[in-house]
């Protein structure tokens, strides 16, 4: 009777080569080596805090050049002076600025969903529609935009703050005042928060020539803490 013909991995671990004297591990050694790494690493893996993937608590800043310092050094913006306030008295929250310059309600309707997604924001602040009365567009659109906005930031679970502006009377005093009053109507519409006016004690006042850059459109360095002024006691309420 013929011997049965051994098995690969037993042939395997007798293999040698003339001169070398090699320990080569049997496979089955090999196999639970390997085993037995993937199981470390896997509890390595389960092993990470779960707080470390969470996000830090964020108030999300959605607005256009006057948020977005136009015409200023960097870091004298309301927004930044936000954040420098908040690492003083509420340290545990971040301020992340995501306003563009020229942006409309528009634009801020469709860059909305994405930054919801990426920041997670407890808080969101809406300071948008100056640019669509600078262009005259529809008030209407301009109404929904922001219904739009307030709605996404609500059903990502955030809080909003939604910042009301105003317009010179030269655009039409119906015009103006229709405009002026839009962002309250949204505000209570969705039951959300409202700063009525972001250039309060600034555009309304009789020197306000020079409180504004030479453009007469964008408050100057020395107006930033005002503007910061006008939101934070609303935003406050907001904060934990």
């Known amino acids: 009777m013929t011997q049965p013909q051994q098995g690969f991995a037993s042939n395997f671990n007798k293999l040698t080569v003339p001169g070398l004297k090699p320990k080569l591990k049997p496979l089955h050694r090999l196999a639970m080596a390997f085993a037995s790494a993937l199981t470390a690493t896997a509890a390595l893996l389960l092993a990470v805090p779960a707080y470390a993937a969470k996000p830090e608590p964020t108030v999300l800043v959605v607005g256009d050049s006057l948020s977005a310092e136009y015409g200023l050094k960097r870091g004298t913006g309301w927004v930044p002076l936000l954040s420098e306030k908040m ?23 469709s860059r909305l969903t994405a930054l919801l997604a990426q920041h997670k924001p407890l808080v969101v602040v809406i300071e948008l529609g100056g640019n669509d009365a600078l262009r005259g567009l529809p008030l209407d659109m301009t109404t929904k935009n922001l219904t739009v906005m307030t709605q996404a930031a609500k059903k990502s679970g955030a809080k909003v703050l ?31 928060s409202l700063v009525p006016f972001l250039l309060k004690g600034i555009a309304d006042t009789d020197d306000y020539a020079s409180r504004f850059q030479a453009d007469r459109i964008h408050p100057n360095e020395a107006q930033q ?16």
């Open 225 to 240: 803490p005002a503007m910061l002024a006008n939101v934070w006691p609303e935003l406050e309420r907001l904060l934990p």
């Open 87 to 109: 690492a003083l008295e509420k340290p545990a929250l971040k301020v992340v600025n995501a306003s563009i310059s020229g942006d409309t309600t528009s634009g801020g309707r």
């Open 162 to 192: 939604l910042v009301g502006m105003q317009v010179p009377p030269n655009y039409g005093s119906a015009y103006s005042a229709d405009f002026a009053a839009l962002f309250g109507k949204v505000a209570k519409a969705q039951k959300v």
